[in-house]
């Protein structure tokens, strides 16, 4: 058992509000994303996200500089091939999440120095979260924040029906564009920490849960963000005191959660 002193330990209080911010972030946009029926979708991001990392590895440039403007740019792509593709969505996302997820595999596969660090790529490491993640998941959280205020009635009128906003003047294509991209820049910053196998946890269930929790959109919304923030600070305590990983012990405290609230 690690010892309590950890705590205060400056990586430990990094990772910690790391956890906090990067798990009331998911909760915030899983909350619209569940809704929508977009959960196979930041799935597919996150999977996608690690063939941008890999390209930042090659080219010698800080991965999350790459990152974010690729997760933009496949989500822009994704968008596009969903509204003028004949194809399902669901199969669409499949080929575009299995084969970035291949090329990753194989061009790292390739790189001698980074064989070991595939593992962490995977599965997170959010007890190396810098000052500098933070500033960006804490100035994301203010922006996403900031935008689903200022187009709160577009939001709800676009999660509870698309036609419906159309009819009332909603410029429908360019706000599930810019939540779309919203959302992959999320994935983007959100994978240092919880890794590229289990970012779609950190969107979907809290979110989930706090559906079962909540009987008005508001306090859904609320929920699923003090649910994902609460329940990766519980994830990384329990992560800490028993020598477990992280981004895991967080999932299944996700995973409990959900289980109670469905019973």
Request: charged content about 5%; glycine content about 12%.
């Amino acid at each position: 058992m690690a010892d309590p002193g950890l705590l205060g330990e400056p990586f430990m209080q990094r990772a910690l509000l790391g956890g906090l911010l990067t798990g009331a972030l998911g909760g915030l946009l899983g909350s619209f994303a569940v809704l929508r029926q977009l959960s196979f979708f930041s799935d597919a991001l996150g999977h996608s996200a690690l063939l941008g990392i890999t390209l930042g590895i090659l080219l010698g440039i800080n991965p999350t500089v790459v990152l974010i403007p690729f997760a933009a740019m496949i989500a822009i792509l994704v968008n596009q091939l969903v509204k003028y593709s004949a194809l399902p969505t669901d199969a669409l996302l499949n080929i575009v999440y299995s084969s970035s997820l291949a090329a990753a595999v194989l061009a790292l596969s390739l790189v001698e120095t980074y064989r070991g660090g595939i593992q962490q790529l995977l599965f997170g490491d959010i007890l190396g979260i810098s000052w500098r993640d933070l500033g960006v998941i804490g100035a994301l959280l203010v922006g996403a924040l900031a935008y689903l205020a200022l187009s709160l009635r577009a939001q709800v009128l676009l999660t509870l029906n698309n036609n419906l906003a159309g009819s009332m003047g909603v410029r429908t294509g360019w706000r599930q564009l810019a939540f779309i991209t919203l959302l992959a820049v999320v994935v983007a910053v959100s994978i240092k920490a919880v890794g590229v196998l289990l970012i779609s946890a950190f969107v979907v269930i809290p979110a989930s849960t706090g559906c079962l929790l909540s009987r008005s959109f508001p306090l859904y919304v609320l929920n699923s963000a003090l649910l994902g923030g609460s329940c990766a600070l519980v994830g990384l305590l329990a992560s800490g005191l028993t020598n477990l990983p992280s981004g895991p012990s967080v999932v299944m405290v996700q995973f409990l959660g959900f289980l109670a609230a469905l019973i």
